[in-house]
């Protein structure tokens, strides 16, 4: 499937850190509530060298996240990977995978911290510091054999038709989806 193959490949440009990194990303609360329940990323995660970057604070209700990253972790730190025509280079951003094992522990926010409002003009709920507890860096998915049957796909376009049209989608096409999209999630992060 092309898709596992685009994904496994995206994978495979990030390289083990080689150095302990601290990077920072300010964090919608409701996605920073569903990494501290899953233990792990649960995405492609953006984070910055520099600081917590205010203009990423344009969502409501906002978490502040300092991630400790240690050598052994993978990354994708655009700044040394994009040396030319890099259009963010201000942002010294670090990408880090989907799927890795965190440890959180929230912090107090301090006086400079309530200064990053959110789009309400709201100080950060929370602060944590993020700890990535992964050491294995590899991922060994077997990408020879479908997911499941094309079923789940085509639910996913059904339901996301009816979302933008304004329409709730069908219940069985959304159960459908999320089933597959859990497998599939699943199969291209196993290691």
Not at 22 to 33: A, F, G, H, K, P
Not at 125 to 153: F, H, Q
Request: with cysteine.
């Amino acid at each position: 499937m092309r898709l596992f193959t685009l994904l496994k490949d995206l994978l495979s440009a990030f390289t083990v850190s080689g150095n302990e990194r601290t990077t920072y990303r300010v964090e919608r609360y409701d996605d920073y509530l569903e990494m501290k329940e899953k233990g792990k990323t649960v995405s492609f995660t953006s984070t910055s060298l520099d600081g917590f970057l205010k203009e990423y604070s344009d969502r409501i209700g906002i978490t502040l996240m300092v991630f400790h990253i240690p050598q052994e972790a993978p990354v994708l730190a655009f700044g040394e990977v994009l040396k030319e025509g890099y259009l963010k280079v201000q942002e010294n951003e670090i990408l880090l995978p989907p799927g890795l094992s965190l440890e959180l522990k929230e912090i107090p926010l301090e006086e400079e911290d309530l200064e990053i409002k959110d789009a309400l003009g709201d100080p950060p709920i929370v602060k944590c510091k993020a700890y990535i507890k992964e050491k294995d860096t590899s991922r060994n998915s077997d990408l020879s054999s479908p997911v499941c049957d094309l079923k789940g796909p085509q639910s996913g376009i059904r339901v996301y038709e009816a979302l933008n049209k304004g329409r709730e989608p069908d219940l069985e096409d959304v159960e459908i989806y999320a089933e597959w999209k859990r497998e599939f999630i699943e199969k291209v992060l196993s290691e």
